[in-house]
């Protein structure tokens, strides 16, 4: 089966150690793989088979707390980012 390359740019900075459980979560989705986080980019990277993968892999982001750039976020969404990690740095 063919495989095809997703990139997502999201919106909340992630630290090597988020990247972590990021991936993990990510990996949990049926037969998405080579998962790669850049947090330096926050860029995701991963293979995937159908489209609906690419939902998926969005929605998982988005429970975790990293919406994809672009996506506007109302003021009922709650999720915060996995840890204060970065914003303890700044």
Same mark, same amino acid.
């Given at each position: 089966?063919?495989?095809?390359?997703?990139?997502? $740019? =999201?919106? /909340?900075?992630?630290?090597? %150690?988020?990247?972590?459980?990021?991936?993990?979560?990510? +990996?949990?989705?049926?037969?998405?793989?080579?998962?790669?986080?850049?947090?330096?980019?926050?860029? $995701? =990277?991963? /293979?995937?088979?159908?489209? %609906?993968?690419?939902?998926?892999?969005?929605?998982?982001? +988005?429970?975790?707390?990293?919406?994809?750039?672009?996506?506007?976020?109302?003021?009922?969404?709650?999720?915060?980012?996995?840890?204060?990690?970065?914003?303890?740095?700044?």
């Amino acid at each position: 089966m063919t495989t095809s390359l997703a990139r997502i $740019v =999201v919106q /909340n900075p992630f630290c090597t %150690n988020c990247s972590v459980s990021i991936k993990k979560k990510i +990996m949990e989705i049926e037969q998405v793989q080579n998962v790669r986080l850049f947090p330096e980019d926050a860029l $995701v =990277v991963f /293979n995937f088979n159908r489209a %609906n993968q690419i939902s998926e892999v969005l929605n998982t982001l +988005m429970n975790l707390g990293y919406p994809p750039e672009g996506d506007r976020i109302t003021q009922t969404y709650t999720n915060k980012p996995l840890c204060g990690c970065l914003e303890i740095s700044n």
